[in-house]
């Protein structure tokens, strides 16, 4: 352990030392063995350290076969003596972290008896997973509470080395998965846990917690809360979303959530409105193309359009045939890459609806479905629409 720096003092940000050993690892990845370092390899739930190495960015530091490997970004021959730099925010944002998870394991533990059985620790998320099914809010802010009385109080959180036997004069919160080199980190009268983590002196350095959400998660409920700097740079966050909000919705933060109900509610009856203004237009529209073309003498509609959805022109087909039991109506859609097609006929004309349209359908590889008096159907563009409905008119003399 001896070699290991941020054990004696978690707070050294800079160090010199020998270079043990450079290589190569068996995936191409160049790194670096250091006599001692003040690095932090991944482990116990805690992210490894970054920084430089004689000015290369460490990348990576991991712990593999008893020796702590800096991986460096590039491959560049170290002298004997090295310079070390760890990048301080990032560490010290895992120790206010890691700490903030013990504080509120333990406050849950100490409260209800609720057991953390997995924690993780991630740039953007923190969680922890309480081995219960189901919690109440009064429960996480009692916890978050207590937790934050604790940072308030500045209790010192200790480390120190067992070995197994002395182990028994301590109740732990979590049994150890190691036998030997046992480090415990205890606050006073508060918590004792095996760790093998970086954390702070004192508990007020972990400056705050906050609980964010939590959800179930199989049989146990995920908490997510943050500690630390990111509680000031989250808030700062929410806070310019708020403002952005109240500004939009011109409403005071307070009354944000029925701004924006009421906001859903005149939305819902616009599209309503929408709807049967949309109606009426249809209505007015069949009624103008049955008089146009009774007045020609005509007994057949024929119309091409653009852009209009299927369903659109499938009410317009209605209309007109109940509006009309003697007319029939063909209309073409070229819409985008595709041809749709729809025909209706009132009651009295002879027309055959699906069988003029799946007449000519193989024309544009297109599928379709209906009945005698209302078919449609669509595929692709093979040919320009006014030439489908040219052929269409001219079969519907056929399909009688
Ligand atoms: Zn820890």
Request: with cysteine.
């Given at each position: 352990m001896e070699n290991k720096l941020y054990y004696d003092n978690?707070?050294?940000k800079s160090f010199q030392t020998k270079v043990i050993q450079q290589t190569i690892d068996p995936s191409g990845k160049p790194y670096v063995v250091l006599e001692k370092t003040a690095f932090y390899p991944t482990g116990g739930g805690q992210p490894h350290d970054t920084g430089t190495i004689h000015d290369v960015k460490v990348v990576n530091v991991e712990e593999t076969d008893g020796e702590i490997r800096h991986y460096l970004e590039k491959d560049v021959k170290l002298p004997d003596e090295i310079i070390g730099e760890v990048d301080w925010n990032r560490r010290f944002d895992h120790m206010q972290q890691h700490a903030g998870q013990h504080i509120l394991s333990a406050a849950f533990e100490n409260l209800f008896g609720y057991k953390t059985v997995s924690f993780h620790l991630g740039t953007e998320s923190l969680t922890i997973d309480l081995d219960i099914e189901q919690l109440t809010e009064h429960d996480a802010l009692a916890a978050e509470k207590l937790a934050n009385t604790i940072i308030l109080e500045n209790r010192p959180i200790e480390t120190k080395w067992v070995t197994n036997e002395e182990l028994s004069q301590y109740t732990l919160r979590k049994e150890l998965s190691?036998?030997?080199?046992i480090r415990l980190v205890i606050i006073p009268d508060f918590d004792y846990n095996g760790c093998g983590g970086t954390h702070p002196k004192?508990?007020?350095?972990?400056?705050a917690i906050k609980i964010l959400d939590w959800e179930r998660q199989k049989k146990k409920t995920r908490v997510q809360f943050i500690c630390g700097n990111r509680v000031i740079e989250q808030f700062h966050q929410k806070q310019q979303i708020l403002l952005e909000l109240t500004r939009l919705l011109n409403a005071p933060e307070k009354e944000m959530g029925s701004a924006v109900q009421r906001l859903i509610e005149s939305g819902k009856e616009q599209s309503k409105t929408i709807e049967m203004l949309k109606d009426s237009l249809l209505q007015y529209e069949a009624d103008q193309l049955i008089n146009e073309f009774l007045q020609r003498g005509e007994m057949v509609i024929g119309k091409l359009y653009q852009n209009r959805t299927i369903q659109e022109l499938q009410k317009l087909a209605r209309l007109i045939a109940a509006a009309n039991n003697t007319i029939t109506f063909i209309c073409v859609a070229e819409n985008e890459n595709r041809i749709q097609i729809v025909g209706a006929k009132g009651s009295?004309?002879?027309?055959n609806m699906q069988q003029l349209i799946s007449g000519i359908l193989p024309l544009i590889n297109g599928k379709g479905g209906g009945n005698e008096s209302f078919a449609q159907g669509g595929g692709e563009r093979l040919l320009p629409g006014k030439d489908v409905l040219k052929q269409l008119m001219e079969q519907t003399g056929n399909v009688v």
């Open positions: 978690p707070y050294i190691v036998t030997d080199d004192e508990t007020g350095q972990v400056r009295q004309s002879l027309c």
